[in-house]
């Protein structure tokens, strides 16, 4: 009997073992956690607010700020409406930030981190992410990685809302009219290169020409590579990743014709066979296509690769949501990103077509549905390489833009790679140092 009344005891304190301890001793346990203090949730005011959101970059249509934004926020909270403001001659963010007019929430690719940290407005999330219990496993683990680099001035920069990812499209009528096998999953870019020399020839009056690689500092992105050391600041161009991507970069555009090659090349003028870009935009300008009554014949394959970067496409571009220190609405600021982030909001995206930043797999396995360019095209592709993180410090913003704007010199063959790397090197340190002189 005395064993049937300890067990009875024993199963009796086990609901409450979280709340207080079971003590056959002192007696304290059960009164010590009565008193153990609770925090009450935090009220959030109901009362009427506009908040602005500021589009700083990446791709978001008036009609889809309505569809992710707008809509759903309305629908959980009547009484938060939400003004767009996008950059532009007149709202420059800096011009903003100046003026008073700061936003309440910035909307913009993850790359442009510095200009928001050097602009002084960036608020840490880390405190609403945990009063709020927003579970971040819930996000593709690379999309929070990459916003990790900031720490510990910002343990929480932003949140990622979705990210792009990289392909290589091709155009099934050109390969078709020279019956050239089209593109397959898990190339090498030697690969691709040999099937851009089997179809770069001119019939009639045009000339058929092989690829679009995007900028440059796009395809390096793949090697992940820095553009300046993080210790020093020093530009590091002349690494063996750097040389290794530029020479690359060279070899497609020294396929016959290939020099002039631009966007318009693969959707208006159609007369490049293939585009190794990224998602968001392409899906845009090919439904924008078929809504024209001219749809582009296209498929796409997953991105290729180096025999250094297998199972990589170019580097994350995620589109992050970053709150303004400056707000004097920040609870109802993360009331938005908690909506936008949300599994029925991400499965709209990605119903559409635009990768979800949460790694539910039926997020996944609804992808593009929605979207009738996407139907009957390799989808799967997308989801066999994992985009690597390329972290961005102070100054590497400075040596992107720059190296996009001097790569027209190792295209046109006025610089051999090791000599455009050079300059650009050399070039960059001043642009580092101007930069260094004015924060001074």
């Not at 800096?94 to 602009?119: H, W």
């Not at 990210?163 to 499209?169: D, H, R, V």
């Not at 750097?242 to 959707?267: C, M, Q, S, V």
Request: glycine content about 6%; charged content about 25%.
């Amino acid at each position: 009997m005395r064993l049937w009344k300890k067990t009875m005891l024993f199963g009796l304190c086990l609901p409450v073992l979280a709340l207080s301890a079971c003590s056959s001793g002192s007696g304290t346990g059960g009164d010590q956690g009565d008193k153990t203090p609770t925090t009450a949730p935090k009220q959030i005011s109901n009362d009427p607010v506009t908040l602005t959101i500021y589009y700083y970059g990446g791709d978001l249509t008036d009609e889809e700020f309505q569809t992710y934004f707008v809509k759903p926020v309305g629908a959980k909270y009547p009484h938060l409406t939400l003004k767009l403001v996008r950059n532009a001659p007149g709202t420059k963010l800096e011009d903003l930030v100046a003026s008073g007019a700061t936003p309440d929430l910035i909307y913009s690719p993850k790359g442009y981190m510095e200009d928001f940290i050097g602009l002084s407005i960036v608020q840490d999330l880390d405190s609403f992410v945990r009063e709020q219990k927003m579970d971040l496993s819930r996000f593709e683990p690379v999309t929070i990685d990459s916003l990790k680099s900031y720490a510990p001035k910002y343990n929480m920069i932003a949140l990622p809302f979705s990210y792009n990812n990289s392909a290589l499209f091709y155009n099934k009528d050109i390969f078709d009219k020279f019956g050239v096998p089209y593109p397959v999953d898990k190339m090498t870019w030697d690969e691709v290169i040999e099937l851009g020399k089997r179809i770069s020839r001119k019939d009639g009056d045009t000339f058929y020409k092989a690829m679009y690689p995007s900028q440059i500092t796009q395809f390096a992105s793949q090697f992940a590579v820095p553009y300046t050391d993080p210790k020093t600041g020093a530009p590091t161009l002349e690494r063996d990743d750097w040389k290794k991507a530029a020479t690359y970069f060279k070899r497609i555009y020294d396929l016959p014709e290939n020099r002039g090659t631009k966007l318009n090349n693969f959707f208006v003028e159609r007369d490049v066979a293939m585009y190794a870009g990224v998602t968001t935009y392409t899906f845009g300008q090919v439904k924008e296509l078929m809504g024209k009554g001219t749809p582009l014949g296209w498929d796409m394959v997953s991105y290729p690769n180096f025999p250094e970067t297998k199972g990589q496409s170019m580097a994350l571009d995620s589109l992050v949501l970053l709150m303004t220190s400056t707000s004097k609405y920040k609870d109802q600021v993360f009331r938005v990103m908690d909506v936008v982030t949300s599994n029925d909001s991400q499965l709209a995206l990605s119903k559409v077509g635009r990768m979800p930043a949460l790694k539910d797999p039926q997020l996944k396995a609804a992808f593009g549905s929605d979207n009738p360019a996407l139907q009957g095209k390799n989808v799967k592709s997308l989801f066999l390489n994992t985009p690597p993180v390329q972290n961005l410090g102070q100054y590497d913003l400075e040596v992107l833009r720059l190296l996009n704007t001097l790569q027209p010199k190792l295209i046109n063959d006025e610089e051999d790679v090791n000599t455009f790397l050079r300059n650009a090197s050399e070039q960059a340190k001043l642009k580092i140092e101007e930069k260094k002189a004015a924060s001074r």
